[in-house]
């Protein structure tokens, strides 16, 4: 369905191109891309790249990343993520006249604007402006070709043309009988028209099949383009004239498809580019005043489109006579599809192939286009013409350095590397997006058989969320059954192998258990968190557990509700912080079996709780989407509370998105109002993420229970922040993982992190290596001096009274091991014998002296005896004959 707007009176003036000079805008996914059907996927913007992103075969997210056009640094490219929406972002766009603007709209029924920064890697944490919600998910929306701050946006059945700058609607256009599916401004900005799904009063069937359909509007003319279905499911195209709307005046088939048609104009040139999305097509006709569509040529390329946009003009090398470039997107590349037009001399600038385009300065402002205001911008002359003297101009040498694989109409002298070429002396995209992790090659493995604990039966497997599910110290670990009376099996890691059929002594604690935790500092305590509002102390002997446990040691009370997590302090002991429904956090003394301290603050339910590494600060996370940074030993309020858009995490940078998009915040405790350094989408899960950070690698491992991967990334101070490592992946979920301390690890296999993971019958050793040559000596560079984490730095009283502490550090190199800085350099030694051996020179005077020394050992030394005086003679009586006679 077809309908043509005006939203305020049209004026007179010349035609309009809405330009954007050298941003360009794409969804793409790393392994696997899932776009939106209704969107082109790609927009042009102003100097850079910028895409929807997806990450292993994932579901959609919210995150678009902005990379350069132009290539630095040897043909390196910077990409920086924009966390833009909860949900999957549905279209955005570019102002025509601040290069800087983006609009983004979404699923999660908002549009909101961004001010990115001129290096594009400094991008804002929060938008500028947020308009809606529009009440359903937004479909479409474009920025006025004319007005400053004008943008129409189309969510369900209703489009609205918004005042940015007063952040208000000004209109809100008549209820389209569907869903809308696109918008189209007149060049002039006097006209709206708008394409659905199905038709109504008021407006025309566009195309038989209500499938996907476009709307492109033809310059300044009267004339609007349509691509759409027809009943036979062929992708077509069809030209209506807007002063006799009852029928189409040119129609066409393209062929058949199930991906929509993209059509892209050129309005210098009439230039008309359809490209195919899902298919490998693309054509490019030019709109003429006989209203017909001669073919000029066709480009079929051989991976499947999933997007495409024009580059803006400035970024074409017009000195080749190139008019027009196609930025193809596919699932792992951008592919650069050059049009030129041959001519004799390349010298001199075409001005026929290149006319005067329209400038990047509004013609009028918002209020004054409402009110009836239809100046159009004016053209700069001679903006593309490198040989003119122009402030604004540029070289082809400083084009976008995104070259194009020659079509049909490309000259043969573009022949500069393409971002898409698979050629393996080339790098692709995915090798220059920034620094690489030494981790990077992380390799998680299970231990052998023998080390696995198994047989184990009636696993509880309904602890809270906020409870990992499993606990462990370097003696023992500890795991919930699903029993009467809160049980829970204290297993020693010292005794692997298949559990008995009979029951195993647990502790009996009376109350299910909703989180538990070892001392760090006690190896033989155990504390637990009922449902009762109680904390159990439990002492294990230490040989293990003989026979069922009843009696705790302790019983903390204090909280009203039910208790969801408990973590003892890093530095003290016999410090414990405890968490509760009834919204308080309490920091018990267990020495004098008292609460110390009592944390307010809270509106809604605490999902989890951390100390900072120091002991100082403790931070919580909750329902109402708020970090609250403490200084308890100072106040009971938070010194800092910063919102939060996620839901549940695993701990306070931890997150989990309201649409179960499952993220990863990284902020300054020295400034959470600030907003994140940086934001990494993991994926798209129910589970809550359960981090483990290693300080002395500055490696976090993130796992939720029911996953079957265990994600890794290394955390520098720089950005990106965040670098991806090797992942671990099981065939089977686990219910829990939990990592050991770091003497567990084997240093002389390079293990870096030892953890166990829980299965619905046994538990079995993960080891997470790093592969290195030579692994006979001690790498220190993995291996740097570890704290003694099992051993307090200060007791309870002094930690109260304002004291901090530190642990004292150990090396946890062998002996017999020499570390790798100090292994000796073995010398290079070549391979083969260098071939200045054989093709020396030699002089004549050097060949003869050869040729006679070769000679003379053949002939040998005059003073040697001759071989017969070697002979020897015969006796006096061998010469007697038989006469008797000499």
Same mark, same amino acid.
């Given at each position: 369905?077809?309908?043509?707007?005006?939203?305020?009176?049209?004026?007179?003036?010349s035609?309009?191109?809405?330009?954007r000079?050298?941003?360009l805008?794409?969804?793409?996914?790393?392994?696997?891309?899932?776009?939106?059907?209704?969107?082109?996927?790609?927009?042009?913007?102003?100097?850079?790249?910028?895409?929807?992103?997806?990450?292993?075969?994932?579901c959609?997210?919210?995150?678009?990343?902005?990379v350069?056009?132009?290539?630095?640094?040897?043909g390196?490219?910077?990409?920086?993520?924009?966390?833009?929406?909860?949900?999957?972002?549905?279209?955005?766009?570019?102002?025509?006249?601040?290069?800087?603007?983006?609009a983004t709209?979404?699923?999660?029924?908002?549009?909101k604007?961004?001010?990115?920064?001129?290096?594009?890697?400094?991008?804002?944490?929060?938008?500028?402006?947020?308009?809606?919600p529009?009440?359903?998910q937004?479909?479409?929306?474009q920025?006025h070709?004319?007005?400053?701050?004008?943008?129409?946006?189309?969510?369900?059945r209703?489009?609205?043309?918004?005042?940015?700058?007063?952040?208000?609607?000004?209109?809100?256009?008549?209820?389209?009988?569907?869903?809308?599916?696109s918008?189209?401004?007149?060049?002039d900005?006097a006209?709206?028209?708008?394409?659905?799904?199905?038709?109504?009063?008021?407006?025309?069937?566009?195309?038989?099949?209500?499938?996907?359909?476009?709307?492109l509007?033809?310059?300044?003319?009267?004339?609007?383009?349509?691509?759409?279905?027809s009943?036979?499911?062929?992708?077509?195209?069809?030209?209506?004239?807007?002063?006799?709307?009852?029928?189409?005046?040119?129609?066409?088939?393209?062929?058949t498809?199930?991906?929509?048609?993209?059509?892209?104009?050129?309005?210098?040139?009439?230039?008309?580019v359809?490209?195919?999305?899902?298919n490998?097509?693309?054509?490019?006709?030019?709109?003429?005043p006989?209203?017909?569509?001669?073919?000029?040529?066709?480009?079929?390329t051989?991976?499947?489109?999933?997007?495409?946009?024009?580059?803006?003009k400035r970024?074409?090398?017009?000195?080749s006579?190139?008019?027009?470039?196609?930025?193809?997107?596919t699932?792992?590349?951008?592919?650069?599809?050059?049009?030129?037009?041959?001519?004799?001399?390349?010298?001199?600038?075409?001005?026929?192939?290149?006319?005067?385009?329209?400038?990047?300065?509004?013609?009028?402002?918002?209020?004054?286009?409402?009110?009836?205001?239809?100046?159009?911008?004016?053209?700069?002359?001679?903006?593309?013409?490198?040989?003119?003297?122009?402030?604004?101009?540029?070289?082809?040498?400083?084009?976008?350095?995104?070259?194009?694989p020659?079509?049909?109409l490309?000259?043969?002298?573009?022949?500069a590397?393409?971002l898409?070429?698979?050629?393996?002396?080339?790098?692709?995209?995915?090798?220059?997006?920034?620094?690489?992790?030494?981790f990077?090659?992380?390799?998680?493995?299970?231990?052998?058989?023998?080390?696995?604990?198994?047989?184990l039966?009636?696993?509880?497997?309904?602890?809270?969320?906020?409870s990992?599910?499993?606990?462990?110290?370097r003696? $023992?670990?500890?795991?919930? #059954?699903l029993?009467?009376?809160? &049980? /829970?099996?204290? +297993?020693?890691? %010292?005794k692997? @192998? =298949?559990?008995?059929?009979?029951?195993?002594?647990?502790?009996?604690?009376?109350?299910?258990?909703?989180?538990?935790?070892?001392?760090?500092?006690d190896l033989?305590?155990?504390?637990?968190?009922?449902?009762?509002?109680?904390i159990?102390?439990?002492?294990?002997?230490?040989?293990?557990?003989?026979?069922?446990?009843l009696?705790?040691?302790?019983?903390?009370?204090?909280?009203?509700?039910?208790?969801?997590?408990?973590?003892?302090?890093?530095?003290?002991?016999?410090?414990?912080?405890?968490?509760?429904?009834?919204?308080?956090v309490?920091?018990?003394?267990?020495?004098?079996? $008292?609460?110390?301290?009592? #944390?307010?603050?809270?509106?809604? &339910? /605490?999902?989890? +709780?951390?100390? %900072?590494?120091? @002991? =100082?600060?403790?931070a919580?996370v909750?329902?109402?989407?708020?970090?609250?940074?403490y200084?308890?030993?100072?106040?009971?309020?938070?010194?800092?509370?910063?919102?939060?858009?996620?839901?549940?995490?695993?701990?306070?940078?931890?997150?989990?998105?309201?649409?179960?998009?499952?993220q990863?915040?990284?902020?300054?405790?020295?400034?959470?109002?600030?907003?994140?350094?940086?934001?990494?989408?993991?994926?798209?899960?129910?589970?809550?993420?359960?981090p483990?950070?290693?300080p002395?690698t500055?490696?976090v491992?993130?796992?939720?229970?029911?996953?079957?991967?265990?994600?890794?990334?290394?955390?520098?101070?720089?950005?990106?922040?965040?670098?991806?490592?090797?992942?671990?992946a %099981?065939?089977?979920?686990?219910?829990?993982?939990?990592?050991?301390?770091?003497?567990e690890c084997?240093v002389?296999?390079?293990?870096?992190?030892?953890?166990?993971?829980?299965?619905?019958?046994?538990?079995?050793?993960?080891?997470?290596r790093?592969?290195?040559?030579?692994?006979?000596?001690?790498?220190?560079?993995?291996?740097?001096a570890?704290?003694?984490?099992?051993?307090p730095?200060?007791?309870?009283a002094?930690?109260?009274?304002?004291?901090?502490?530190?642990?004292?550090?150990?090396?946890?190199?062998?002996?017999?091991?020499?570390?790798?800085?100090?292994?000796?350099?073995?010398?290079?030694?070549?391979?083969?014998?260098?071939?200045?051996?054989?093709?020396?020179?030699?002089?004549d005077?050097q060949?003869?002296?050869?040729?006679l020394?070769?000679?003379?050992?053949?002939?040998?030394?005059?003073?040697?005896?001759?071989?017969?005086?070697?002979f020897?003679?015969?006796?006096?009586?061998?010469?007697?004959?038989?006469?008797g006679?000499?």
């Open positions: 369905m077809l309908r043509g707007w005006n939203p305020t009176p049209a004026g007179d003036g035609s309009q191109l809405s330009w000079q050298a941003w805008c794409f969804w793409m996914a790393c392994v696997a891309c899932g776009t939106p059907g209704k969107q082109d996927g790609v927009q042009q913007g102003a100097a850079m790249m910028d895409w929807w992103a997806a990450r292993d075969l994932c959609l997210s919210g995150v678009l990343g902005i350069p056009l132009e290539s630095q640094d040897g390196k490219r910077a990409v920086s993520q924009l966390c833009c929406h909860s949900d999957v972002v549905t279209d955005f766009d570019f102002s025509p006249f601040d290069a800087l603007l983006l709209g979404s699923a999660d029924e908002t549009v604007l961004w001010r990115l920064s001129e290096s594009g890697q400094d991008l804002p944490s929060s938008p500028g402006v947020i308009l809606g529009a009440g359903c937004v479909e479409t929306l920025f070709p004319t007005a400053d701050g004008v943008l129409v946006s189309g969510a369900g209703t489009a609205k043309v918004w005042d940015v700058a007063q952040q208000k609607p000004l209109t809100a256009l008549e209820p389209h009988g569907d869903l809308i599916q918008v189209s401004w007149k060049q900005g006209l709206l028209g708008t394409s659905s799904k199905v038709s109504a009063v008021g407006s025309i069937q566009g195309h038989e099949n209500n499938k996907d359909s476009r709307l509007w033809m310059n300044a003319s009267d004339y609007v383009l349509s691509v759409g279905f009943q036979m499911r062929e992708r077509e195209v069809k030209l209506w004239d807007t002063r006799r709307f009852n029928s189409s005046l040119v129609s066409f088939a393209l062929d498809s199930s991906g929509a048609a993209i059509p892209l104009l050129d309005p210098d040139t009439g230039l008309l359809v490209a195919g999305k899902v490998v097509m693309g054509s490019t006709a030019p709109l003429t006989c209203l017909h569509f001669p073919l000029v040529t066709q480009c079929l051989e991976g499947k489109a999933k997007g495409a946009a024009l580059v803006p970024a074409l090398d017009v000195m006579c190139e008019v027009l470039r196609v930025l193809q997107l699932d792992s590349f951008i592919v650069p599809i050059s049009y030129t037009v041959p001519r004799k001399s390349l010298q001199e600038f075409h001005e026929d192939l290149f006319p005067d385009s329209t400038g990047p300065v509004p013609a009028v402002s918002a209020q004054g286009w409402w009110a009836g205001d239809n100046k159009q911008a004016g053209a700069l002359a001679g903006l593309f013409n490198p040989l003119t003297p122009c402030g604004v101009c540029s070289s082809p040498q400083e084009g976008s350095g995104l070259s194009s020659p079509s049909s490309s000259s043969p002298s573009s022949s590397p393409s898409s070429t698979t050629s393996p002396s080339q790098k692709s995209l995915q090798s220059i997006l920034g620094p690489s992790s030494k990077r090659h992380t390799l998680g493995t299970v231990l052998p058989r023998g080390t696995h604990i198994t047989n039966k009636g696993l509880n497997l309904t602890t809270p969320g906020e990992d599910g499993i606990c462990a110290n003696l $023992r670990v500890a795991i919930p #059954l029993s009467a009376g809160g &049980q /829970i099996a204290v +297993l020693e890691l %010292s692997p @192998g =298949r559990l008995p059929d009979t029951s195993v002594p647990t502790i009996e604690n009376g109350t299910p258990v909703a989180d538990f935790c070892w001392d760090p500092f033989q305590r155990l504390a637990v968190a009922g449902d009762d509002a109680k159990r102390l439990w002492r294990i002997p230490p040989g293990g557990l003989q026979e069922t446990l009696e705790p040691e302790a019983v903390l009370r204090g909280h009203t509700e039910k208790i969801y997590s408990l973590k003892f302090h890093p530095l003290a002991a016999d410090i414990l912080a405890s968490s509760s429904y009834d919204m308080s309490r920091i018990w003394d267990l020495q004098a079996g $008292r609460e110390e301290l009592c #944390l307010r603050g809270h509106r809604d &339910q /605490i999902f989890s +709780l951390a100390w %900072s590494p120091d @002991g =100082r600060k403790l919580t909750s329902k109402d989407g708020r970090v609250r940074v200084a308890p030993r100072q106040s009971s309020e938070p010194e800092q509370v910063r919102s939060h858009c996620g839901g549940p995490g695993g701990s306070c940078w931890a997150q989990g998105s309201l649409r179960s998009e499952r990863l915040y990284l902020s300054d405790a020295a400034s959470l109002a600030a907003g994140p350094l940086a934001v990494v989408s993991i994926d798209t899960a129910p589970s809550t993420l359960i483990f950070y290693d002395d500055s490696v491992f993130l796992t939720g229970k029911g996953d079957t991967r265990v994600f890794v990334y290394e955390l520098v101070p720089e950005a990106p922040f965040f670098l991806e490592c090797n992942s671990f %099981s065939s089977d979920p686990h219910k829990g993982f939990v990592f050991l301390p770091k003497t084997d002389r296999e390079v293990e870096f992190a030892r953890a166990l993971r829980l299965r619905q019958s046994s538990i079995e050793p993960v080891a997470f790093v592969p290195r040559v030579k692994k006979d000596y001690f790498q220190d560079d993995i291996y740097p570890t704290a003694v984490c099992w051993e730095a200060l007791p309870a002094a930690w109260r009274a304002g004291t901090d502490g530190q642990h004292r550090t150990i090396s946890l190199q062998p002996p017999d091991m020499t570390p790798v800085s100090a292994a000796p350099q073995e010398a290079p030694t070549r391979k083969y014998v260098p071939a200045s051996v054989y093709l020396e020179e030699k002089s005077e060949k003869k002296e050869e040729l020394s070769a000679m003379v050992a053949k002939l040998g030394n005059r003073d040697d005896p001759l071989p017969q005086e070697s020897e003679g015969v006796d006096e009586a061998e010469w007697v004959g038989p006469g006679l000499l």
